[in-house]
């Protein structure tokens, strides 16, 4: 019994030392300045403070990638988030978004923030910081409706 846990031991080394030679892509785009959201939405200091604690991290071009987004299998995981949430919503790329988008958009950070869909469980339950207060949720949805207002009212 001895001998064959440890021929699982090293089974199972090896194959996570393998794993380790697949390593998707961990990119940050370039961030232009004047194609982000700060530059086309009215971002307060407190609206600032909960889009960088708790969602630019997979939602902009400028992920700060964890140590663990080295190590397989985690790091399949991680970078899959980040794509996926760059792939619905990037703030650094705010003007690939028509307005009926962008005010979509703004509509959805209010309902998945409020239905406690964003950020993710996963996510927050590394990132403690990044949980949305009571608080933190009802800065979100003044803020985005405000912004789908303001772009309501531009037509």
């Known amino acids: 019994m001895t001998k064959l846990l440890k021929l699982a031991a090293v089974a199972l080394s090896l ?26 939405a009215e971002l307060t200091p407190p ?10 991290a997979c939602h902009s071009n ?6 663990y987004s080295n190590v397989a299998p985690a790091s399949w ?17 705010w003007t690939r978004y028509d307005r009926a988008e962008a005010e979509a958009h703004f509509k959805g950070i209010c309902a998945l923030s409020k239905g406690g869909a964003m950020p993710l469980d996963t996510y927050t ?9 009571p608080a933190d949720v009802k800065t979100l949805c003044d803020w985005a409706g405000a912004e789908g207002r303001r772009l309501a009212s531009l037509n």
């Open 125 to 133: 339950l590394i990132h403690r910081g990044a949980r949305l207060s």
């Open 47 to 56: 609206i600032s403070e909960v889009l960088n604690r708790s969602c630019m």
């Open 15 to 40: 194959i996570f030392m393998a794993i380790q030679f697949v390593r998707p892509s961990r990119d940050n785009p370039p961030v232009v300045a004047d194609h982000s959201i700060e530059e086309h």
């Open 77 to 93: 995981f991680v970078i899959d988030h980040v794509n996926h949430g760059r792939s619905h919503l990037n703030f650094s790329e």
């Open 62 to 67: 400028r992920t700060e990638w964890p140590w």
